[in-house]
């Protein structure tokens, strides 16, 4: 699934017309002409930050866009790029910042190893965790579903339509970092992964589910908001070792524990000014995340909105951010 543009807070630039162009593209070149032409600007105060599609990563551009623009007086530009097409618009300078990055270790060696064109801007300060998990409800009624040597055994409760006659494992969009297709033929499982389309389309799949207290098998991801709704038990899968994940198409272990990282241009990293030097020292909680982006999905406040009442309840956290 093709991301489409999310603009926040109403000072977005690109339209709507080169934005559909630029999602007709089959390569990362094109996408990345989607992104703002206002980024790398030498001499401006607007910055142009990558927004990822899930709203945990809206959470952090929203928060970020509402400081630099009310107290930094910077004018920021969103632009939403799938995962590695953002690596590629910010090497080439078409947007300034990544705020959440869930590894790439290809890009990086790529961009920051060998051509240096994308910096490091640190530790988000929110780990993130990818997993198979299925609703408490039911793993409270079968408490051996947790172990993945006992998920055929529930298969056909799990199965549905779009299926096959295996068992469901439902994910999100095919961009998003997911090994489950090679989880599945790797531990001989009898299920089809089902992509839902994205997240949002994910959640609405879920809680139907727990409204109707179905049972489901989902990939699924922390830090995110849908916990407090739906309380969810992750499955262990065979345990991850460094490694284990080198190769995609041979991938039998589970996700691993990942701090999340800021990356930057690195031009804009070095002459970015006051805006490079708060992006670097933005650094939060996953409480806090989920805060603002609580708000966002489940309270439909618009994110600048979010942003505004998170920032007014929580100076004594932003205001080490803000460049002395």
Request: net charge negative.
């Amino acid at each position: 699934m093709a991301r489409t543009r999310i603009a926040l807070g109403g000072t977005a630039l690109v339209t709507a017309a080169v934005l559909a162009a630029g999602l007709t593209g089959c390569g990362a070149a094109d996408m990345t002409r989607q992104a703002s032409p206002y980024a790398d600007a030498k001499g401006s105060r607007t910055v142009t930050l990558s927004v990822q599609s899930w709203v945990g990563a809206q959470a952090n551009v929203a928060v970020a866009q509402y400081l630099l623009e009310k107290e930094l007086g910077y004018r920021v530009d969103t632009v939403q790029i799938d995962e590695v097409p953002a690596w590629d618009a910010l090497s080439q300078g078409r947007v300034d910042a990544i705020l959440e990055d869930w590894g790439h270790p290809d890009q990086e060696k790529r961009y920051i190893d060998d051509k240096r064109t994308i910096a490091r801007g640190g530790d988000l300060g929110v780990t993130g965790h990818i997993g198979w998990f299925v609703p408490t409800y039911f793993a409270e009624q079968h408490p051996d579903v947790t172990d993945w040597k006992n998920l055929d055994k529930y298969a056909d409760e799990f199965r549905t339509a779009e299926s096959g006659g295996k068992g469901q494992l439902l994910d999100g969009s095919p961009s998003y970092v997911t090994n489950d297709k090679a989880l599945v033929d790797n531990l001989d499982l009898d299920y089809q992964v089902v992509f839902a389309g994205s997240e949002a389309a994910q959640i609405t799949q879920i809680k139907q589910f727990a409204k109707e207290r179905k049972p489901f098998l989902s990939y699924w991801y922390k830090p995110q908001w849908l916990f407090e709704k739906v309380p969810m038990t992750e499955v262990k899968l065979p345990a991850y070792e460094e490694g284990c994940d080198a190769e995609p198409e041979k991938v039998a272990c589970a996700y691993p524990h990942t701090p999340l990282q800021k990356f930057l241009n690195a031009r804009f990293a070095d002459g970015g000014g006051d805006a490079a030097a708060f992006l670097k020292k933005f650094r939060w909680t996953t409480d806090m995340q989920n805060d603002v982006a609580l708000m966002i999905a489940e309270q439909k406040l618009s994110p600048e909105e979010a942003a505004r009442r998170w920032v007014e309840r929580n100076e004594s956290t932003w205001r080490n951010w803000i460049p002395a």
